[in-house]
């Protein structure tokens, strides 16, 4: 597991691209001192400095930068309502401000930093870190999901080989010695217990849920006492796994 997460991280590294980011000041000072910090980082690229709030919000209906330098105290708003009123777009934000007294505000915000002037280079080494680190989480959440779309089950279903999408199954569901796999869009039948196919597709997830019903962990909605819901299906949970069902984390 060690060596996976290592080797995740360096496809991260290895891939990651230069960050844009903006700046909101009106401070013509303060933003060259900022963007003199800034250019000892090869990874982070300057795009433009927005001198209002609304100028930085037409900016970004057109534009999608990695990450928002905001300045809290601007000449027609704050960085707070700004950034709250961000709606389709999800940039890194660091506020930047004179004020302490604004950083409680501010939390109330998904921003990941809070700087005080003057920036000094020290404190946003620290910042720094929170940008790569936050940028490589979300890499490596991207390259999950990419990952997990690309998995796949392979079954024959009469005569036929089937290769199907995992993300594809809403559950399935024990036929004998037989078991169905239920899709949005068909139903299949493969040769085997439902049993020996859980046993043999561990690893992806299949919750049992009943003696006659497994279901993905993924494609579970609602959990209940009794029955899960998921999209376009209900399913009962057996007595003797609901105890287990319970202790389920969506």
Same mark, same amino acid.
């Given at each position: ?24 000041? &009106?401070? #013509?000072? %303060? ?23 609304? @100028? ?9 930068? &990695? ?5 809290? @105290?601007?000449? %027609? ?9 961000? $709606? ?10 004179? $004020? ?22 020290? #404190?946003?080494?620290?910042? =720094? ?12 959440? $991207?390259?999950?999901? @990419? ?9 024959? %279903? ?41 046993? &043999? ?8 849920? $009943?003696?006659? =019903? ?11 006492? &009794? ?14 796994? #609901? ?8």
């Amino acid at each position: 597991m060690y060596v996976y997460l290592k080797w995740r991280r360096f496809l991260c590294y290895k891939n990651m691209k230069s960050l844009k980011y903006i700046i909101v000041e &009106d401070n #013509r000072l %303060d933003e060259l001192a900022l963007r003199n910090i800034l250019s000892t980082y090869p990874l982070l690229q300057f795009e433009c400095t927005c001198r209002t709030i609304t @100028e930085a919000q037409l900016y970004l209906k057109n534009n999608k930068p &990695d990450i928002v330098f905001a300045d809290i @105290e601007m000449p %027609d708003g704050t960085g707070v309502n700004f950034v709250k009123a961000l $709606h389709g777009s999800n940039p890194i934000v660091i506020f930047i401000t004179s $004020h302490p007294e604004f950083a409680l505000e501010s939390f109330e915000t998904p921003a990941l930093d809070y700087l005080l002037k003057p920036v000094s280079e020290k #404190r946003f080494e620290l910042t =720094y870190r929170y940008i790569t680190d936050y940028h490589e989480l979300t890499m490596l959440a $991207h390259m999950q999901l @990419e990952q997990s779309g690309k998995e796949a089950i392979v079954f024959k %279903d009469g005569f036929s080989k089937i290769r199907l999408q995992v993300n594809e199954v809403l559950y399935l569901q024990a036929m004998q010695d037989y078991t169905k796999i239920v899709t949005a869009q068909k139903a299949y039948l493969t040769n085997g217990t439902l049993s020996a196919f859980l046993n &043999d597709n561990q690893h992806f997830n299949f919750i049992r849920i $009943h003696r006659s =019903y497994a279901v993905l962990l993924r494609q579970i909605k609602v959990l209940q006492k &009794d029955k899960i819901i998921g999209q376009n299906f209900e399913l009962p949970i057996g007595k003797t796994y #609901r105890a287990t069902i319970a202790k389920l984390r969506l």
